[in-house]
């Protein structure tokens, strides 16, 4: 069964980095393993932020780009998201998922609140 435990959320500052980190177990990450970071804001669907595609490529919303980093561990089963220059509109729940024989699983998310 697969399990992904986010870690890393807490409150920060306005221009402040967080790095968060999901841990995964039954699953075995590879290079091509197709992971990523989502979030949910308050009253806002849930979006994707940066992802690892089924290619082995990153791709980043927009909103995020040049200031979020999306980074794997295959030997720890640990994916990462560096988050640099904080905004106050980054508050969310961030969600680890991944991929498995066409079936995506779920965290349950890390709350990271940006304070202006």
């Known amino acids: 069964q697969v399990q992904l435990v986010e870690s890393g959320g807490g409150l920060v500052q306005a221009g402040g980095s967080l790095r968060l980190s999901c841990a995964a177990s039954?699953?075995?990450?590879?290079?091509?393993?197709?992971v990523g970071w989502y979030r949910q804001a308050p009253g806002k669907e849930r979006e994707s932020v940066a992802v690892?595609?089924?290619?082995?490529?990153?791709d980043y919303a927009d909103s995020v780009k040049g200031r979020f980093t999306i980074s794997r561990d295959n030997t720890k089963n640990t994916a990462y998201l560096q988050m640099n220059s904080l905004k106050p509109d980054d508050t969310a729940v961030y969600y680890c998922?991944?991929?498995?024989?066409?079936?995506?699983?779920w965290g349950k998310g890390t709350l990271v609140t940006v304070s202006s």
């Open positions: 998922s991944v991929q498995q024989f066409g079936v995506r699983h």
């Open positions: 039954g699953i075995s990450f590879n290079s091509i393993t197709p």
């Open positions: 690892f595609t089924f290619g082995g490529t990153t």
